[in-house]
């Protein structure tokens, strides 16, 4: 609680000072980012934030976890098997714009039009959302968490890396030719937003490569009638968002990587042969002593 609190508070003043900066070079919150990197990230990592609970540190607190991967490789599935085995919240910044397109506020016409074309978001307006989000949650007593969907630019990583210690980050690999299906074959119930998949992934494998196969994750019955797709699950913005995939989020899995958090998982196929492997990969016993697993 009290982590999150100093989290939350921290990312605030890194957005304020963002913030600060992009009004006072009178630029449109929309506008792309033309502040140097160099110096820009020292302000907007505040100069009074302490460290949250170094490597090494990690009793009191509950794990905090990043998850990577391009659209459509499935972030948002196992974040949240994760999240419920582990007892964190699984806090999806997607879901977070979803949630502010539909509330029809001030931002979401701007936000509309970027999601749409499958851009992304400033930061300072999706560390604003992810600060929210953790207030809310430190008011209800959640510790810990897994990110989904950020960092996604280096940027917010930096952000990020200022104000807590980030004990793992996830990067969950498919093969590109699976990734495109599976964003066009998602759907969302949306009535509890349970996330499923029609798409029947089956690559044979050429040359004495490997193959690869996905069932469909079909729906209960009680959601099969309430399914909707993503706006931006089109196959022209999909193809938008995995190139500034590529381009903005590729090094972030770098800056992980130089700071020994990355873990690297490929997908084996589905989940019933993933998910094992998964745990298997985390060191996490699926069943009774969850907290000795998570730490
Ligand atoms: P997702 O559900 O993770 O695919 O996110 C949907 C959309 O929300 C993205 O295509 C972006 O427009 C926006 N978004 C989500 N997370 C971020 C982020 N960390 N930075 C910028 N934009 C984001």
Not at 135 to 146: L, P
């Amino acid at each position: 609680m009290a982590a999150l609190r100093r989290l939350v508070s921290a990312v605030r003043a890194s957005s304020a000072s963002l913030h600060h900066r992009t009004s006072a070079c009178s630029r449109s919150l929309y506008s792309p980012p033309t502040l140097d990197p160099q110096t820009d990230l020292k302000a907007a990592a505040a100069p009074d934030l302490q460290p949250l609970h170094r490597r090494g540190d990690p009793k009191g607190r509950n794990v905090q976890w990043v998850f990577l991967g391009c659209p459509g490789v499935g972030k948002g599935t196992y974040a949240s098997r994760l999240s419920a085995l582990l007892g964190v919240p699984h806090i999806a910044t997607g879901d977070l714009v979803r949630d502010e397109l539909a509330s029809s506020g001030p931002l979401s016409f701007q936000l509309s039009e970027i999601v749409n074309q499958g851009k992304l978001v400033p930061d300072e307006t999706i560390i604003d959302l992810l600060s929210k989000r953790l207030e809310a949650g430190g008011i209800k007593g959640e510790t810990g968490f897994i990110l989904d969907g950020f960092p996604r630019t280096v940027r917010q990583a930096e952000i990020l890396e200022g104000v807590t210690d980030i004990d793992l980050v996830v990067n969950l690999k498919l093969r590109e030719d699976a990734l495109l299906a599976k964003c066009l074959g998602r759907r969302i119930c949306s009535e509890c937003g349970k996330n499923y998949n029609i798409a029947c992934i089956d690559i044979k494998g050429e040359d004495g490569g490997p193959g690869m196969y996905m069932p469909p994750l079909l729906p209960p019955p009680h959601c099969a009638t309430k399914l909707i797709t993503r706006s931006d699950d089109t196959e022209e913005v999909v193809k938008e968002r995995l190139s500034i995939y590529n381009k903005m989020t590729k090094p972030v899995e770098e800056f992980y990587r130089a700071r020994g958090k990355l873990l690297e998982f490929d997908l084996p196929g589905g989940i019933r042969e993933s998910w094992p492997k998964l745990l298997q990969a985390l060191n996490i016993e699926d069943g009774d002593d969850k907290r000795s697993a998570a730490v």
